[in-house]
Structures are given as C-alpha cells and as structure tokens.
C-alpha cells in the first residue's frame, strides 16, 4: 500500500502511518499543484490530503478508474474535495472530525474577545511606542457579557463556542440553523439569517465551507447588524463576501470583526489589512500540537480501517 501524506504532519502521524505501509511525505506546505493532484490519483492508493488540495471534478474526469481509492483527509472541512466526483470514480472520502471542535471553539472565543475589547489595535498601539498611557476614555470597546449570541450554524463548533459563550459569560444565545436544535443550554432558534443578525451583539459564523454556504453573509446580513455588532468568522473564508464585510468595516456600519479565514487565503486584501477594527489571524483554528496530532490519528484510523475492509469511523 502507498500512502502519500501532501503536507509535513507530527512525527507522531507519520510514525503511526509508516506501520501500514509505504509512505510518502510531501515537504511542501503549499497546495498540491495540478500535476501532483493527478500524481496523487495514479501513483497512490490512499492519499492524505488537506486544505487547499482542489480535488475537483475535472480532476477525477481525468482518470476514470484511479489507483488511489481513499482520500483521507485531515480535517473536519472538505470542501476543498468535491465528494460526488470522488465516489463516482470509486474513491472514498473521510474526515476528522470531533477533534478540531474545542480548539477551534477557542479560538473562536478568542476572537470574540479581541474584536470586542480592541486588543488587537490595542497591542498595536503598545508595539509602536504610541501610548499615551491609561485614561478613563481610551479605547472603549464592547462588554461582551449579559450580551447577546448568534451563531450561524449550530453544529459542533457552533454549539462548543455558545457553551462557552453561554455559562463562561452569562450570554443569551440565539442561532440559525436548517433544523431546530436539542441542545444543554438555552437558545431561541431564529426564523432567518437576517433576523438573527440584527438581533445580536456578536455574529459567529460556524456552518461548513461549500457551494451552499458561499457568501451566506453578505451586505444584506451587514445591513441588518446593529452599529456595534461584531462579526466572528472561524468556518470557511468565502461563507464571508470579504468585499462586503470591507465595504461595511470603512463605514463603520458594524463595530468590527475577527477572522481566522479568509476568501482567498493566504491573500488577504490590503483594504482589509488596513483597517484597524479587524482582528486577522492566520488560520490558528486547529493550531495546537496534541490536536493536529489528534487529528493525524483520526486520519490514520481511517486509513487502517479501509486497508481491513472495514467501515470508515469517519466517512463523509
């Protein structure tokens, strides 16, 4: 069996999927080219891949009965993956998921904190030996607690960051989801995206990357959020319409944002970068050892698991 994993994973990955077969580390940490995506599909039988690995259905019109028959693909987001395509061709698909949820919620209650109470712009101010020191005025922000919640999407991480949100700081929680949710907490279940934004004080977007959910929050949903609302993104870049979400920041319409991703990641428009009620991490969501390595071991599971002709623990 040839594994080929497209990007460098912990020791602890790798170790543990040498022990199944032959296998193949990419070093690069850029995409796979279009001429590795086609490597991948005749030189391998199961790859690993991950974001930004564009799997497309031109991909797979290329090889009509590929070697590789399973793409292992570490992460809870596969979009990147156009999945009809791949099981029309015989290749099974698989993610991680469960093992991204708290670390990515975390984040997102970081983020939540940093756009609210300023502390990006504030850390900036520090660095450039601009402070005038502490009077009672500077900075103002928004105190997030007794606030209100909306979340967009109330799936794992969804209802991860409402928990903390909820019991951590006394946070009303209301969502928009395609179904009605049973959840631990309290919530009120909004009858649209934009009456949900319009209601709250904090917006977190947490539904999945795809076609479906492209440009889900756009000017309409900025138009709807109150003056001093912020927007959270830690889902999928493009669920955002970044041109919007700009337009919206230059004029001051909402209170501000916090993103972990980005349209067209790792380009990050100039317009944005220059603003200074915008929070920008570089996709940290996931970015702790033991859960990369976490979600290395999910990976592997599946790989074993379809090399012994079992179900996948996490088919998709």
Same mark, same amino acid.
């Given at each position: 069996?040839?594994?080929?994993?497209?990007?460098?994973?912990?020791?602890?990955?790798?170790?543990?999927?040498?022990?199944?077969?032959?296998?193949?580390?990419?070093?690069?940490?850029?995409?796979?080219?279009?001429?590795?995506?086609?490597?991948?599909?005749?030189?391998?039988?199961?790859?690993?891949?991950?974001?930004?690995?564009?799997?497309?259905?031109?991909?797979?019109?290329?090889? =009509?009965?590929p070697r590789c028959k399973l793409?292992?693909?570490?992460?809870?987001?596969?979009?990147?993956?156009?999945?009809?395509?791949?099981?029309?061709?015989?290749?099974?698909?698989?993610?991680?998921?469960?093992?991204?949820?708290?670390?990515?919620?975390?984040?997102?209650?970081?983020?939540?904190?940093?756009?609210?109470?300023?502390?990006?712009?504030?850390?900036?101010?520090?660095?450039?030996?601009?402070?005038?020191?502490?009077?009672?005025?500077?900075?103002?922000?928004?105190?997030?607690?007794?606030?209100?919640?909306?979340?967009?999407?109330?799936?794992?991480?969804?209802?991860?960051?409402?928990?903390?949100?909820?019991?951590?700081?006394?946070?009303?929680?209301?969502?928009?989801?395609?179904?009605?949710?049973?959840?631990?907490?309290?919530?009120?279940?909004?009858?649209?995206?934009?009456?949900?934004?319009?209601?709250?004080?904090?917006?977190?977007?947490?539904v999945p990357g795809g076609t479906?959910?492209?440009?889900?929050?756009?000017?309409?949903?900025?138009?709807?959020?109150?003056?001093?609302?912020?927007?959270?993104?830690?889902?999928?870049?493009?669920?955002?319409?970044?041109?919007?979400?700009?337009?919206?920041?230059?004029?001051?319409?909402?209170?501000?944002?916090?993103?972990?991703?980005?349209?067209?990641?790792?380009?990050? =428009?100039?317009?944005?970068?220059?603003?200074?009620?915008?929070?920008?991490?570089?996709?940290?969501?996931?970015?702790?050892?033991?859960?990369?390595?976490?979600?290395?071991?999910?990976?592997?599971?599946?790989?074993?698991?379809?090399?012994?002709?079992?179900?996948?623990?996490?088919?998709?």
């Open positions: 069996m040839k594994l080929w994993i497209t990007r460098p994973l912990p020791d602890k990955v790798i170790d543990a999927a040498r022990v199944l077969g032959d296998v193949e580390v990419r070093q690069e940490t850029l995409p796979l080219t279009a001429n590795e995506l086609r490597r991948a599909l005749t030189e391998f039988d199961v790859v690993l891949p991950t974001l930004g690995d564009l799997f497309s259905a031109e991909v797979f019109d290329d090889f =009509p009965n793409l292992a693909n570490f992460g809870v987001g596969y979009n990147h993956i156009d999945v009809a395509a791949a099981k029309a061709r015989g290749v099974d698909v698989s993610n991680t998921p469960g093992a991204v949820t708290d670390a990515t919620a975390d984040i997102g209650m970081m983020l939540i904190l940093m756009s609210a109470r300023r502390a990006a712009e504030g850390e900036r101010l520090v660095r450039t030996g601009a402070w005038p020191g502490w009077h009672p005025t500077q900075m103002l922000g928004l105190h997030v607690t007794d606030k209100r919640l909306g979340i967009v999407g109330m799936g794992r991480i969804g209802q991860a960051i409402a928990r903390r949100c909820h019991f951590g700081f006394g946070m009303d929680v209301s969502y928009f989801s395609r179904s009605e949710k049973t959840l631990d907490f309290p919530a009120t279940r909004m009858a649209s995206l934009t009456a949900l934004a319009g209601a709250v004080d904090v917006l977190v977007v947490a479906d959910t492209r440009h889900l929050i756009g000017a309409e949903v900025f138009e709807a959020m109150q003056d001093h609302a912020h927007l959270v993104n830690i889902a999928r870049g493009d669920v955002v319409d970044e041109a919007a979400l700009i337009t919206a920041l230059e004029a001051r319409s909402i209170g501000g944002a916090g993103l972990d991703v980005y349209e067209h990641e790792p380009a990050v =428009p100039e317009a944005l970068r220059a603003l200074d009620n915008v929070t920008l991490l570089p996709h940290l969501g996931t970015a702790a050892l033991e859960v990369r390595e976490a979600m290395g071991m999910m990976a592997v599971e599946n790989v074993a698991a379809f090399l012994d002709g079992k179900p996948l623990p996490n088919a998709v």
